[in-house]
């Protein structure tokens, strides 16, 4: 029975993130970008910077689809992106970073708060 309890608590936490962060999306494209959002997050602090072609590498889909997801996180205002000093081959690289703003703020804390709870249980 507490399996089905921790599957509950998990669950109704993802739904919020989905329905608070995007409400203007479908499904699929809120969980795209809850997931790259994610990805982001996690990956910041490497020494290894976030890219847009690490994110392509580590989610094994094309830099397209990378790219429409990305600019509809950096127009929420959820991410932002910095020049990479160093050349990258066809063009410019930017380094990815979670946003300092409320909306972002929010999303990290109901990540962490679903990660919390998973962990207790």
Not at 31 to 57: N, P
Not at 90 to 107: E, H, M
């Amino acid at each position: 029975m507490q399996a089905g309890r921790k599957k509950s608590s998990f669950r109704m936490a993802v739904e919020r993130i989905l329905e608070e962060a995007f409400p203007e999306e479908t499904g699929a494209a809120r969980l795209q970008q809850v997931g790259l959002f994610t990805v982001i997050y996690l990956l910041q602090d490497d020494a290894e910077g976030v890219t847009a072609k690490r994110l392509s590498l580590v989610t094994d889909q094309d830099d397209g689809k990378i790219s429409r997801q990305l600019k509809k996180l950096i127009a929420l205002d959820l991410v932002e992106r910095t020049p990479v000093l160093q050349d990258q081959g066809r063009g410019r690289a930017y380094k990815l970073t979670v946003k300092d703003t409320p909306q972002a703020k929010r999303l990290i804390k109901a990540i962490e708060k679903t990660g919390r709870r998973k962990r207790k249980t």
